[in-house]
Structures are given as structure tokens and as C-alpha cells.
């Protein structure tokens, strides 16, 4: 059994020796961020520093942070050694957090060629790869794989979703020398298969054969067709949708010449069953849209370079709205094995002591936010309480104010107080006697019209104010008054109305059956007369 453990050991081993590591960054070194060095192609290039960040899970787990709002960075640094994929595995991979909770800003990493002069470095710089996630806003958000094929910088041919909450996350991009592919994040495989067939970098393998003419007989429609066997039933009502309610009695109140010719009111037709049509049934000649067969593309050609990239650097240059994002663990290889590794032990081994350690901050934050909703809501209430014993106060000093004078007013003065003024008079001279008088006279004068004029002006103010109380009352009176009115008025031209016709109805019931017995008469008459005539003529004739 140990010799079994140690033969598996001594293979892993083997297995990493065969691979190599060509660019690995923890930023656990004090200096470790050195190695970033900015371009001299701008002056506007943000800082960047060491940071674990305000909660991490590991504890000597710093990472290179962007530290400036609203920036372009434009950082790079050279790997151990160049690497040339052709015929190995490439793999880059690192983590990001967006501690900031990002809004707008990049996250990735350019894969640049040994022939890079850091210095010059920008965005017009050409790279090999561009790797990493991209956000900005809710919609412009996406995972951006790009690959550069014959001086053309190619994007993913799929929108792969960013992770955009403010823990770390693992990104990884695999390709393989088979020209397949992986995209991973957090170690769960997000988009795979054959390079062409997701960078529209060649020619299709196959085309529609450009000779090929639709035979003449072709059906491509219509796809139903209706039921030439299916029959109208007899019974079936198509119209009319609407009749005349067989219900509806005209109402004896009714009057043509005021109300017009009545007519019953309209309802939907309960045999109507709309137009009828034949049911559809597909057509059996039908053989779909056609299209020209497919042949092999005589300009399809395999090419061996396809994803074989040339590296010599790994580079940031991003724009960032918020600064916070975090770059840790980067590495560059042609070992899948050893990056699962180190995946494993600088970032998986610590995510649930990272999301511990984001619940411990996120519980402090709101106690303190809760905190200062509480101190801002007893302040509000102190301030109002505040308010109201001020205005409380200055009421009742009003109100003292008021009375005191009331009493200066309405007492006489005591007969001591009197005395002593007297005496403090009889002992002045007569000329200060005089000038104190004056001024107190004045003085008394006026306050005596300062009082007046405040009180003058009280008693106007409640005046108004109840003048103004009782004309919106007069007002609401004579309102509903006249409202009261106006539905009064309403339904006595009702009832008039109704009267009327009832009236006029009665004078021509009357009139009728005057006419009647008017006519029965003068028949009545006529018939007499004449018998008489007859009678005389009988007479007439016997004398004759």
C-alpha cells in the first residue's frame, strides 16, 4: 500500500516536472508589485498597490488592487521566460474580486508579445490574448475571449456571464493543442469546444453548393391548407352578430314627439356563431424551405497556427469608474494539472472562510446603518419635541404677558407704593421733581401705545381670522344650498314634465270624448230629423 501511495506521488511529480510555469504572481512579496511596471505612453495612469482587500479569507493572501477612481491603468510585466504554445497546452488563469461593488470597469488580463516595449504600452498595443471579465451597467456585461489570428483581433463567438458580487473568483481559459478549448469559472466549465468553430477565423469547412437551382415542382407552401372535405353544417349562423331584444317593451311613458320613435335596444345574437371556415389540416405536398445542398469549401484550409499564440508579457490595461478591483494568483502554463493545483491552494481552499469572513463585515455595516436610521430618527423626534415645548413656551409667556398687563390696567396702585413716591418726590428738587416726571410720563406714554397697538393689532388678526372662518362656512352653506337647490329644480322639471304629459293626455282623453258625445248628438239628430222627413213625406203622399 505505501509503495502504491509513493509511486502515485512520484508520478504527479513526474507529471508537473513535465510541465512548465511561466508566469506565477501571488503577491505575497512585500515587492512583489514591482515587477508591474506603468507605461510612459500616458500620464494619467492610475495607481496600484497591495491589498488583501477589507475582508479576504486568506491571511497572507494580498493582491495587486486599483486604487484610483475614474483611471486608465496601463501596467505590465515580463514572464520567466517566453512561451510559444504551438504543440503544448496554454493555460491563464487568475482571480478577481470586485470589492467595490463594481459598476463599470474591466477585470482582465492582455497576453503580450516578447517584442512589447512596456513603455509604450497601451491600448492600441498588439496582444496575443485579451482574457477576463467586463462590466458595466446591468446589459454590458460578458466574459471577453479574444484571440488574435493573422493581425485581427477575434471575441468569442458566445457571451459568457461575469460573476459581478464582491467575492473572488477563479477565471481560467484552457487551450489545447488539439485546437479545442475551456472556459472556466470557479472551476465549472463554461463554454467549450473547437476553436473555428467559436472564433470566425477561417472559412467554413462547408458552403451551400452554388450550382444547385430549386427544382421546379418544389412546394415550400403554404404549410396548412384548409380541409376540402370538411362541410358548413346546416344549422350554422353567421350573422347577423346582433338583433333587436325580442324582450324589450316600449315604455308607457314614452312620447314620440319629445323622446323619438322607440326602438328596442340591440343584444348579441345567442345563434351566432361567427364566419364559418374549414378546419386546417397540413399540406401533403408540402416539402419546407428549400435549400441548396451543402459541398466541402475549396477555400477551407486547416491551419496549424490556429490559437498558437507568442508570449512575452501579461499586461493590465483597463478603464475603472470605482477602484477596489482586486488581481491575485495569476499564472501562465502548459500544465492544466498543476493550475488546477494551484487553483486549488491559493483560492478554493479559502472561499468559505472568505464568504465567513464578508458576512462578518456585511453584519457590521448594517448594525451600524441601523444604528444611525435609530440616531436620526430620535434627533427628528427630539427636535420636534423641542419645537413644540418652544412654541408652548412662548405661549404661555404670551399669555402671562397678556394678564400682567391686565392688571397694571385694572388695579389702582397701592397706597404705599404711593406713599413712598411721594416721599422720593418730596425729597428731590423741584426741578428734578419736574424732569422725572416728564420722563416717566413719556415712558408711560409710550408703553401705553405700544400696548395698544399690539393688542390692536391681535384683536385684528383674530378678527380676520374669524371673519375668514365664518365666510368659507358661509360659503360651504350657500354651496350645498345651491347645490340642494340646482337637484331640487332637477326634479321638479321632472315631475313637471311628467305632469305635463299626464295633463295632456287627460285634455285629449277629455276633448275626445267630448267630440264623441258632440257626434253621437248631432247623429242622434240627424237620424231624427230624419224620421220626420220621412214621416211628411208619407203624409204628402196619402193626400196626394
Known sequence: ????????????????????????????????????KATKARDDVGAIKLSRGEWYGNENGSGLKIAEDARFYAYSAKLKRPFNTKGKD?????????????????????????TLDPTKFDGDSEYEVMFGPDICGSTNRRVHAIINYNGTNQQIDKVIQPRGDQLTHQYTFWVKPDKTFEIRIDNKVQEEGKVEDFWKVLPDKQIPDPDAEKPEDW?????????????????????????????????????DDMDGDWEAPVIANPEFKGEWKARQIKNPAYQGEWTAPMIDNPAYEEDEDLAVFNIGYVGIDIW???SGTIFNNLLITDDI???????????????????AAKKVVDDIESKKLEEERKAKEAAAKEAEENKKAEVKEDDVEADADVEAEAE?????????????????FDELDEDDEDKVAVEKAAAAEKLAAEEAAAAEKLAAEEAAAAAEKAAAEKLAEVKAA??????????KAKADKKASKKKAAKEAAKKAKQAAEEAAKKAAEAEKAAAADEDEDTVAHDEL
Do not use: H
Open 1 to 36: 500500500m505505501r509503495c502504491s501511495v509513493a509511486l502515485a506521488a512520484l508520478a504527479a511529480l513526474a507529471s508537473s516536472a513535465l510541465g512548465r510555469v511561466y508566469y506565477e504572481e501571488t503577491f505575497s512579496a512585500p515587492d512583489s508589485i514591482d515587477s508591474f
Open 90 to 114: 496554454f493555460v491563464v488563469q487568475f482571480t478577481v474580486k470586485y470589492e467595490q461593488d463594481i459598476d463599470c470597469g474591466g477585470a482582465y488580463l492582455k497576453l503580450l508579445p516578447p
Open 219 to 255: 412546394v415550400d407552401g403554404p404549410v396548412m391548407i384548409d380541409d376540402t372535405e370538411d362541410v358548413k353544417p346546416e344549422d350554422w349562423v353567421d350573422g347577423p352578430a346582433t338583433i333587436s331584444d325580442p324582450d324589450a317593451t316600449r315604455p308607457e311613458d314614452w312620447d
Open 320 to 322: 475603472t469608474v470605482k
Open 337 to 355: 494539472d498543476y493550475a488546477s493545483k494551484f487553483g486549488n491552494s491559493t483560492w478554493a481552499d479559502f472561499v468559505e472562510s472568505e464568504i
Open 408 to 424: 397694571v390696567d385694572a388695579e389702582p396702585v397701592p397706597k404705599a407704593a404711593a406713599d413712598a413716591a411721594d416721599d422720593v
Open 482 to 491: 345651491k347645490a340642494k337647490a340646482a337637484k331640487a329644480k332637477t326634479e
